[in-house]
Every structure is written in structure tokens, then in C-alpha cells.
């Protein structure tokens, strides 16, 4: 059965280092979102991206984040200049249609901002 | 804004029967309703959602109300591998997100 895949599963980076998240999508999905949730707390929304470019964002999703769909398989996610607060659970999903129909949640990379 | 609500906890026994509650009162007439549960120490996983009528796949059924202001998601036999967080999002028409709430976590007893 296809899923989507993120690497890496762990990332630890320094206050105010870039980092990348990837992801997999899969194949024959158009739409792709990013989410997040803080240990403990919920999921929250990122950011939606379709036809190369972002359909719907956030509050939290501000100038310090990202995405990019570098290559016709991966999808992206880059944080600027990390700060603690950063520190999370980030999963990657994507569908064949908008978010009317259902979504497909990878594994999660969690980041640790130290 | 997740604009629904849901019991933050409920309990069932290995292979009964569980109903999951939602309410959404003020849905309008075009919000879907989805249901998602998250295993621990991993990513959401989609369940069902429906419109209007009811709805079954083979995880799960899907009781939406007349009024559609409330739903009941079945899972028609529980197993310790259903113990979750289970999630009740609308979404409107055209969205593309999913606001998640704090949804019921539901413990299966052996």
C-alpha cells in the first residue's frame, strides 16, 4: 500500500540554525500539507501547497518557514533560523483531492531545537 | 478552530462495540465531517467522512444525524491495536486543512 515517507525521523539542531524536512508524498497525490504538534498538545495546520504553490498558510506558518517541491517526488519543509519553540513533531500529508476527501499522514519528523 | 466537540475520554472492552460522539451544532449545510485517529507515537491516520449519509469502509461506520449537527463514529468490534486519539474535524467545501481539536482518546480493556 503507498505512503508517505519523511526523513529524517529525528533532526537536532542548534537555536537559529536552517533545517530541512523531507518529504515523500505519494505518487499520484496533487495536494500536500505540512502540520505540526507540539509534545502534549494538537495538531496544527502549517501550511497547504498545490499546483507549485502555497494555497493556504497558517498564523504559524511566517517568514521563517517554507516549502518547496524541488523534483517531481519530494516535498519540503525549511525553517529559516530555528528557534526553541520549534521544537516539535512535523508531519508531512497528501491527497488526490482537496481536503474534503481524506489525507495521508507520514510518520513524522521530530525536530528537537536545542 | 476545530468547531466541534467530543468526550475527552471514553473506555471499551476488546471486541464490543465502540461509539465515538461528536457534536458540531452549527455545521452548515456543505461542512463534511471527517474522522481521523492518531496511534501513539505516530501520525494521523484517516478513518471515514461523510456529507450527509451515512457511510461504512472497512475500519469503520459513520452515523451522521438528520440535523447533521451531531455523528457517531462505530467501530463495530474494538481491539487494543484501536486505542487512539480519535479526532472529529469538519471541514468546509474547497478547504484545505484540517483543523484537528483535542478529540477522545479512547482506551480498549482486555
Known amino acids: 500500500e503507498p505512503e508517505v515517507t519523511q526523513t529524517p525521523s529525528h533532526q537536532v539542531t542548534q537555536m537559529g540554525q536552517e533545517v530541512i524536512l523531507r518529504c515523500v508524498p505519494i505518487?499520484?497525490?496533487?495536494?500536500f500539507y505540512w502540520y505540526r504538534q507540539i509534545l502534549g498538545q494538537k495538531v496544527e495546520f502549517l501550511v497547504s501547497?498545490?499546483?507549485?504553490?502555497?494555497?493556504?498558510k497558517s498564523e504559524i506558518f511566517d517568514d521563517q518557514f517554507s516549502v518547496e517541491r524541488p523534483d517531481g517526488s519530494n516535498f519540503t519543509l525549511k525553517i529559516r533560523s530555528t528557534k526553541l519553540e520549534d521544537s516539535a513533531m512535523y508531519f508531512c500529508?497528501?491527497?488526490?483531492?482537496?481536503?474534503?476527501?481524506?489525507?495521508?499522514f507520514g510518520p513524522g519528523t521530530r525536530l528537537t531545537v536545542t | 478552530d476545530a468547531k466541534t466537540t467530543q468526550p475527552n475520554s471514553m473506555e471499551s472492552n476488546e471486541e464490543e462495540p465502540v461509539h465515538l460522539p461528536c457534536n458540531h451544532s452549527t455545521i452548515s449545510g456543505t461542512d463534511y465531517i471527517h474522522w481521523y485517529r492518531q496511534l501513539p507515537s505516530q501520525g494521523p491516520e484517516y478513518v471515514i467522512h461523510?456529507?450527509?449519509s451515512n457511510v461504512n469502509n472497512r475500519m469503520a461506520s459513520l452515523a451522521i444525524a438528520e440535523d447533521r449537527k451531531s455523528s457517531t463514529l462505530i467501530l463495530h468490534r474494538a481491539t487494543l491495536r484501536d486505542a487512539a486519539v480519535y479526532y472529529c474535524i469538519r471541514t468546509q467545501t474547497g478547504a484545505n486543512n484540517l483543523f484537528f481539536g483535542t478529540g477522545t482518546r479512547l482506551t480498549v480493556i482486555p
Open positions: 505518487s499520484n497525490h496533487l495536494y
Open positions: 501547497f498545490y499546483n507549485n504553490e502555497i494555497s493556504e
Open positions: 500529508a497528501s491527497s488526490g483531492q482537496p481536503a474534503n476527501y481524506e489525507q495521508y
Open positions: 461523510g456529507l450527509t
